[in-house]
């Protein structure tokens, strides 16, 4: 799947697990005005006089908008500034690389926005680079209850990585824990009538995989379905991905794209773990005997598969029914189940994710800096708590005119077990905040009629089954470093290229298994070694 969809699904998710405050969780109401150390009133929603603010968007290629709207004046940009008195200024906007590439370049010779949302790297580079506005006080002047509720159950780790030099650079937003584990989503269905059970382990898999490529599981007569599917961007993405096979390299112990610690406590990449190379030779011959989509590494869109029903198994994480819409709508008797891939003793292995996702960050000198404390304040209640028409601008998420994310790291699971509750009568679900009531009056509907409206399936089913799984007991290990260090600035976008060229090649066959051993030693030699080095002077400091 392209990068630029897969931001979609990540985003709409985003949004949606951010959707309530939960009744077991105290201190949800956030109040008009509060009082500041020195006895002046504030308003944490809204800025005395108006105040524009420039910002830089990334949208997607296939962006609907209204008759009339542009990115920058558009229903969601008006709202902003009628609810908060901020006047965005768009100064430019691009899609997915593109707009890497630009902001990199603008923030290169400075020219960046008032405000933007940056990931943890360049947050540390513009924080060295002397490119932030100290937030400190403002943060503790206008930020709300319910925003620091959030921090603080992370153990204020996120408060700690947006702080450099004893100063807060940041509003960090949660990493939502729930976009680890990588599932294996298989159409029910299909098992039902091929008398399969779901798999547990990579045996069982090959097992399932060779059914629904030689026994017609859509009985169709034809020889035209698929095992399993993958995208021709990475073989394991480091958070929740479609179509990439992260769950087999769990499954051996392995965590690619991450840095861990091995058992003898070595700080490693986890690309270059021995466990790599097992997942590689799996996934090298279940490619070699028809299991995985022979396309992948060249096909632009693998959910066509899914949603033309030519494909019943992929991986994803727990939200993936939101994607999944194509699919039901084009046959409503896809039944689409979550499962986890556990390793030889049956265990489930995962890499948590960073304790924040990404920061929004203010521009040094920026004469407001409290805009970007009452914008995550007015957005935080939006996406928790929103009347009806605020639900309306959070179904359109992608004009707003930035994006963060605020709520508990297990927010996931909490609202699973909501909604489980409020379907068995357990609880009133007229105490269901803000997105949830909705999701449980889906959830009604699906109920009566299963799977007759996509679009109403796809969030009861996400936090049903995909969430329901993460209940199950998982080994995670923690990474010990997201950032990147000197050497990584100078040689890490070649040894990506090297790892991504090397992998791709040993699972297709255009390279022997033995070629990751050649890789790890030439990775090592052309940087990595150096890197672990610096990444272990990091951690002692």
């Not at 060249?298 to 030519?310: C, F, M, W």
């Not at 000198?365 to 009452?374: L, Q, S, T």
């Not at 930035?402 to 009568?425: C, F, Q, R, S, W």
Request: hydrophobic share 40%.
């Amino acid at each position: 799947m392209k990068i630029s969809k897969m931001l979609t699904f990540v985003l709409a998710t985003s949004i949606l697990l951010a959707g309530c405050s939960t009744k077991n969780n105290p201190d949800t109401t956030k109040p008009e005005e509060q009082q500041i150390s020195d006895n002046t009133p504030v308003d944490p929603f809204r800025l005395p006089e108006p105040v524009e603010v420039k910002v830089i968007k990334s949208v997607l290629p296939d962006l609907n908008m209204a008759a009339g709207e542009t990115i920058e004046d558009n229903a969601y940009t008006k709202y902003v500034f009628e609810r908060t008195n901020i006047k965005t200024k768009v100064m430019w906007y691009a899609s997915a690389t593109d707009y890497d590439q630009k902001m990199q370049l603008a923030i290169a010779s400075n020219d960046i926005p008032d405000m933007m949302v940056v990931n943890e790297n360049t947050f540390r580079a513009m924080a060295a680079s002397n490119q932030l506005e100290d937030l400190t006080e403002v943060y503790n002047k206008y930020v709300t209850p319910e925003i620091k509720k959030f921090y603080e159950a992370t153990n204020n780790k996120v408060i700690e990585s947006a702080t450099y030099g004893g100063k807060l650079l940041a509003l960090p937003s949660v990493g939502i824990q729930a976009d680890a584990p990588s599932m294996l989503w298989v159409r029910q269905d299909w098992l039902d009538k091929l008398s399969l059970q779901p798999p547990k382990n990579i045996e069982e898999l090959k097992s399932m995989l060779k059914a629904f490529v030689e026994q017609d599981p859509d009985d169709n007569g034809k020889a035209d379905t698929i095992g399993l599917t993958g995208n021709n961007v990475n073989l394991a993405a480091q958070g929740g991905g479609l179509h990439d096979f992260k769950a087999i390299f769990n499954a051996f112990k392995s965590y690619p794209l991450t840095w861990v610690k091995d058992e003898a406590g070595n700080t490693v990449y986890g690309s270059t773990m021995p466990g790599a190379k097992k997942a590689l030779g799996v996934i090298r011959d279940m490619y070699k005997e028809g299991l995985i989509d022979k396309e992948f590494a060249l096909r632009k869109s693998p959910d066509e598969l899914v949603a033309s029903g030519k494909a019943g198994a992929f991986f994803g994480p727990w939200w993936t029914p939101w994607a999944l819409t194509g699919s039901v709508k084009n046959d409503p008797k896809a039944d689409w189940r979550a499962y986890m891939i556990g390793d030889e003793q049956g265990e489930y292995n995962i890499a948590s994710l960073p304790a924040a996702q990404s920061y929004l960050v203010v521009k040094k000198g920026f004469k407001h800096p409290e805009a970007a404390v009452v914008y995550a304040n007015m957005y935080d209640q939006v996406s928790h708590t929103p009347s009806e028409k605020e639900k309306e601008l959070i179904n359109g998420h992608s004009l707003w005119p930035l994006t963060m994310i605020t709520d508990y790291p297990n927010a996931a699971t909490i609202k699973h077990e909501l909604l489980v509750d409020a379907l068995a009568g357990k609880v009133d679900p007229t105490t269901l905040d803000g997105e949830m009531q909705l999701v449980y009056k889906q959830a009604l509907k699906d109920k009566e009629n299963p799977r007759a409206n996509a679009d109403e399936w796809a969030a009861p089913h996400a936090y049903l089954e995909g969430a329901g799984v993460l209940k199950l007991k998982m080994n995670a290990i923690d990474p010990v470093f997201n950032t990147s260090t000197k050497t990584m600035e100078r040689r890490w976008a070649n040894l990506q290229k090297m790892e991504n060229e090397t992998f791709f090649k040993i699972v297709l066959g255009g390279l022997e298994l033995d070629a990751f051993d050649q890789f790890v030693e030439k990775w090592k030699a052309e940087g990595g070694t150096t890197i672990i080095k610096e990444i272990d002077e990091e951690i002692l400091k």
